[in-house]
């Protein structure tokens, strides 16, 4: 390899580490309208997809400490979008489940994020677009793979 060319994982590396700067950049401008901090739109996308899970799935599934999760939850349900139940299981563990307001702005948040990236790639052609989408989600499941290989 010559002096001056990365190699693909250093190119990878660096091209990740600009586009997750830049993804918060036009978050934090709030140029896609409706907008909530990552965190929480990640907890609810998890729980819209899973439906009810324990604050230690959370934290497993996001590599964060409890004390950090149950932050945000706090923060979540102060806001009326998620609350806890009881497991029928284990009365010790509380689950956590939407609310019936949190699906429609979590569809209006999506909503603003896509209308942000179809903007961004206007200029792409819809192969190309279809390729980063499959080599993002492919990237993710490898990495979520190895999450769970390690627990």
């Known amino acids: 390899m010559n002096m001056n060319e990365q190699s693909p994982f250093s190119m990878i590396e660096s091209q990740i580490?600009?586009?997750?700067?830049?993804?918060?950049?036009?978050?934090?401008?709030?140029?896609?309208?409706?907008?909530?901090?990552?965190?929480?739109?990640?907890?609810?996308?998890?729980?819209e997809k899973a439906g009810a899970v324990a604050i230690k799935t959370i934290s497993t599934i996001?590599?964060?400490?409890?004390?950090?999760?149950?932050?945000?939850?706090?923060?979540?349900?102060?806001?009326?979008?998620?609350?806890?139940?009881?497991?029928?299981n284990d009365a010790r563990i509380s689950l956590l489940e939407l609310t019936k307001e949190a699906p429609s702005?979590?569809?209006?948040?999506?909503?603003?994020?896509?209308?942000?990236?179809?903007?961004?790639?206007?200029?792409w052609s819809e192969d190309d677009v279809r390729s980063l989408g499959k080599l993002l989600l492919k990237f993710n499941e490898t990495a979520e793979q190895r999450i769970r290989s390690r627990n």
Request: glycine share 2%; charged share 30%; proline share 1%.
């Open 17 to 47: 580490s600009i586009f997750i700067r830049r993804a918060e950049a036009a978050r934090l401008s709030n140029i896609m309208g409706k907008e909530m901090d990552r965190s929480s739109y990640l907890i609810l996308q998890h729980l």
């Open 105 to 123: 702005l979590l569809a209006e948040v999506r909503e603003s994020r896509e209308a942000f990236f179809k903007q961004l790639l206007s200029d």
């Open 62 to 88: 996001f590599q964060l400490d409890i004390s950090t999760v149950s932050r945000q939850i706090a923060a979540l349900e102060s806001k009326g979008l998620i609350r806890r139940l009881t497991d029928p």
